[in-house]
């Protein structure tokens, strides 16, 4: 038994290795919502809307999240459309970023 656990583990190590960091990582979650405040510095919140089916009643039923959004360059205002990513914690509150400005506000 300890031959194949010694054996197996080195080729899965050297697996993971070629593969890359973030395919052993897995993949990360990327939302597209809209600016709601750029008030902070390298900070947006970011307004994510979703709809999903009510588990009893099968209505549509719309859900808001918001999000504290690292931008490096102060880029994104109010009302524009991103993309944004998770990321490893930035702040207390801040664990995604921008990924792109997908439509800029008229």
């Known amino acids: 038994m300890t031959d194949t656990a010694t054996a197996s583990s080195p080729v899965s190590g050297e697996v993971a290795q070629s593969a890359g960091g973030a395919a052993a990582r897995g993949r990360r979650k990327v ?10 510095d390298k900070t947006v919140i970011v307004q ?9 009643y099968r209505k549509t039923v719309q859900q ?7 931008d490096e360059k102060n880029e994104a205002g109010i009302g524009d459309l991103v993309r944004i990513t ?6 207390k509150e ?12 008229k």
Do not use: N, Y
């Not at 998770?86 to 702040?91: F, G, V, W």
């Open 48 to 56: 994510v809307r979703s709809s999903k089916a009510h588990r009893l």
């Open 86 to 91: 998770e990321t490893r914690p930035l702040s």
């Open 31 to 40: 939302r597209l919502g809209t600016v709601i405040s750029d008030k902070m």
């Open 94 to 105: 801040k664990r995604w970023r921008i990924l792109e400005i997908v439509e800029k506000a």
């Open 64 to 70: 808001r999240t918001r999000f504290k959004v690292h």
